[in-house]
């Protein structure tokens, strides 16, 4: 049996946490705050209940196989998983409307087709058929296999496919994600349907690769959920299994440094001066966080991937508002932005701020646990904004949070009649909830780029030390983050010959 130190209680460091004990290993997780599941959070006033992180799940089967793993429930007995349908419903700039189905290529096709006009189905439908290629080419390496030491080669290597042109009577790779919708899909309203995928994650559209295709992919093939009680119970189910398998928990715990011997790693220091010795330590927290805690000592190897160290926030406003929700309302609608180019320019631009009127998701959950009573609705709104956490940008994006009101009402006309209330988290909250720098929030890792959207591998240069969560591998979102807890608990559990979770 090993003594196990884990720093942060995010949802890979859990997920890595919880495995590991059922391992029959020794694990304590120390947090810096009070509670557990770093960026998912919950906010709650009077009566109203809000997720401040993420407020839908792709990929369950990660967090089924966590559950599958560590335990005798299921994860469906732990929490009320429910398929979020319609999948999303969109209002595009020019005010056509669509709503795809939840994961159904067939349904997508026919509502696209009859929303934007025949033949934009079709070529929705053709798009998926390749963004599955690129799926293919990489859901080993970039979800469930620890980096390959040869990275290169998936940064190198654009695995959406190329597609034939007519009348240049040979193949054409697009290589980035705009290309795709510029070539392929040929309707601006489809492109924005396809680079809003790349923007919810806070990746440009036309600097991402097309192996982003894989983004609006995972949604379509594995569906679309939502928690009932909010996604914060997904993170409570994963606490109180970690609690289960006898995972220690100290909150309040600040990890500010981790003690090396002999070129291990041998434990952490606490902020308040107490040592946690360890055989491994388990670090789910921000590239700068981790910097600090080895003191300046270079935590990567000449050959790893190097940490990310742009990335985009999110600001979200929560809204409480009096009368009952449309019965049929979307679970998610996007209000696309009317002016795609000055809002990716604002957003990636040489200055980067937020962009006037941006790209906002409307979240409206149908879940009586969320409001006082049936005659009212909680609605979450977020939009992607540079990782900016001082005063003054804080500041002005709480005035900020004004324009994405009045962009929610081309979704949710009379919005802002019904308003009670509302309550704005910026940037600065992130960084609250999980210390990370500007509040940016890591995006899953694509193959292609250069490498520049890969993740860092979850093994250092320190022995024993060994990293997770969204900023390492295999990067950022929910299911990728907990992919990284079963990445790390093979690595520390079978050694560095571990191959992949199966
Ligand atoms: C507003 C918002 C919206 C999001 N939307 C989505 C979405 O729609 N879909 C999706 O899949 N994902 C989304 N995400 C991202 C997703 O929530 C995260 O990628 C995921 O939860 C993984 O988090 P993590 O494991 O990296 O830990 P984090 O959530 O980053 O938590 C890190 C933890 O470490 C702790 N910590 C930091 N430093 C120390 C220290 N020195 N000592 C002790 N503890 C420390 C922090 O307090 C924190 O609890 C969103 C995130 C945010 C903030």
Not at 180 to 198: I, K, M, W, Y
Not at 222 to 232: A, E, I, K, Q
Request: charged share 25%; with cysteine; net charge neutral.
């Amino acid at each position: 049996m090993a003594r196990i130190a884990v720093i942060g209680a995010g949802m890979g460091a859990m997920a890595a946490a919880a495995r590991l004990a059922v391992a029959g290993h020794r694990v304590a997780v120390y947090e810096r705050t009070r509670t557990y599941g770093g960026a998912v959070r919950r906010f709650e006033r009077d009566g109203f209940r809000f997720d401040t992180g993420p407020g839908v799940l792709t990929l369950p089967a990660v967090y089924r196989d966590l559950f599958v793993k560590t335990g005798r429930e299921p994860l469906e007995d732990c929490v009320d998983l429910v398929q979020v349908d319609p999948s999303s419903r969109h209002v595009f700039a020019d005010g056509t409307e669509a709503a795809l189905p939840n994961a159904s290529r067939a349904g997508a096709v026919a509502a696209l087709d009859e929303a934007l006009g025949s033949g934009a189905g079709q070529r929705w439908g053709d798009f998926l058929v390749r963004a599955r290629e690129a799926w293919d080419r990489t859901r080993r390496p970039l979800l469930e296999e620890p980096l390959w030491p040869d990275w290169e080669v998936l940064a190198e290597r654009e695995p959406y496919p190329a597609v034939p042109h007519r009348r240049l009577l040979r193949t054409r790779r697009a290589g980035t994600l705009a290309e795709v919708g510029g070539r392929e899909l040929r309707d601006a309203r489809l492109t924005a349907l396809l680079e809003s995928h790349a923007l919810a994650h806070g990746l440009d559209p036309r600097t991402a690769p097309a192996s982003a295709a894989v983004l609006p992919y995972m949604e379509h093939a594995f569906g679309t959920w939502y928690v009932r009680g909010g996604l914060r119970e997904l993170a409570r189910a994963v606490h109180e299994r970690c609690v289960a398998r006898r995972v220690e928990f100290h909150f309040g715990a600040e990890v500010t440094g981790i003690v090396e011997k002999d070129g291990r790693a041998a434990g952490v220091e606490l902020a308040d001066g107490r040592v946690a010795e360890a055989d491994h330590v388990v670090a789910g927290v921000a590239p700068g966080a981790l910097e600090g805690l080895v003191r300046g000592a270079a935590v990567r190897g000449d050959g790893d991937v190097p940490a990310q160290r742009r990335a985009a926030s999110r600001l979200t406003v929560l809204l409480a508002l009096r009368g009952g929700r449309d019965e049929g309302a979307a679970h998610r609608t996007v209000v696309h932005a009317q002016d795609r180019d000055a809002e990716l320019e604002a957003l990636f631009g040489t200055a980067p701020g937020p962009a006037a009127r941006p790209t906002v998701t409307v979240l409206r959950p149908d879940d009586a646990s969320l409001v006082p009573d049936r005659g009212h609705e909680a609605v979450t709104l977020t939009a992607a904004v540079p990782a900016q956490a001082g005063p003054a940008q804080t500041e002005a994006l709480r005035l900020h949070a004004e324009n994405l009101i009045t962009v929610a009402e081309r979704a949710l006309p009379g919005l802002r009649d019904r308003l009670l209330w509302h309550e704005v988290r910026t940037p600065a909250d992130v960084r609250e909830a999980t210390g990370a720098e500007g509040g940016a929030i890591p995006a899953p890792a694509l193959a292609a780029a250069g490498g520049r959207l890969l993740h860092p591998s979850n093994t250092t240069r320190t022995a024993g030390l060994f990293t997770v969560g969204g900023w390492s591998h295999p990067g950022g979102g929910l299911p990728h983050a907990g992919m990284s807890g079963a990445l790390v608990a093979g690595l520390i559990v079978e050694g560095p010959d571990f191959r992949g979770s199966q």
